[in-house]
């Protein structure tokens, strides 16, 4: 069947599984038209189109930080479309197509909730009641599939962003038990890695202090992970108050027609401030 001329478009969110199976028709429909017709979908290639999914990939991210319904939908559409894409590209090289990503996907999810899919003659044997179980058993199946890691850290991206790396990597290493008995316990680490970074600066040697650096931001998202807060969203709400305040600095600066390279530091403090009252 072709969905090219289903125009109906209107955003519902309760659309049946027939609707939801037509639309993604659709989108392979339309995909399907735009490889064999545009000039721009013609010459893409796996290498081409990676810059384009990681920025199509934070754009998505923008929009659920400032949840942002709207703009989640479309962001979410525009993630899909290069999935379905690459997967395009992979059934014209006869290597594999969307059926095979999503009977994959499938699979890896059934074999990795076996608490909810049991495998035959296993059933009623899971104890897994909590989301750290999961999680542990999560981490554990990994590693016992066919083409899974084959350690325990194998699985954390190496382009992943720096922050998020750390994080990952702290939490693939608690799910073996690899970790403080009492959370508690991280923030004598915490103070002794800022001592040590304190110690370095003031011997004025950059590389030692940029690896002390480096050690006390690892120890913060740890502290953070133990204490179930994300530190990518924390940095990230704490970056949009940070613009939020020095907006509006700048705009209160440019009504009395001045710059802000002409103000002291204990003007802007005062504007500052009222920013912060602001907000509450």
Known sequence: MNYLNNMTTDIQGTHSREEKLQAFGRLLDVLDELRVKCPWDKKQTNESLRPNTIEETYELCDALMKDDKK???????????????????????EDFDIADVC???????????PHVFPPKGHEGESHVENAQQVSEQWEQLKQKEKDGNKTVLAGVPSALPSLIKAYRIQDKAR??????????????????????????????????????????????????????????????????????????????????????????????????????????
Not at 74 to 85: I, N, R, W
Request: include cysteine; proline fraction near 1%; charged fraction near 30%.
């Open 175 to 280: 799910n073996v038990g690899f970790d403080w008995e009492e959370r508690s316990q991280v923030w004598d680490k915490v103070k002794e890695e800022i001592s040590e970074f304190e110690a370095e600066v003031e011997h004025m040697d950059k590389a030692k202090a940029e690896a002390e650096f480096g050690d006390v931001m690892f120890s913060l998202i740890n502290a953070a992970r133990l204490y179930k807060i994300n530190p990518d969203n924390a940095l990230e709400h704490t970056n949009q108050k940070f613009i939020r305040r020095f907006n509006y600095l700048e705009q209160h600066t440019l009504k009395q027609g001045r710059q802000l390279t002409d103000m002291t530091l204990e003007e802007m403090d005062k504007i500052w401030n009222e920013a912060k009252q602001q907000e509450g």
């Open 103 to 113: 009977n994959q996907l499938c699979d890896k999810l059934i074999f990795r909730h």
């Open 71 to 93: 703009n989640i939908c479309k962001e979410l559409g525009d993630v899909l479309l290069h999935v379905c894409f690459y997967a395009k590209i992979g059934s014209e090289t």
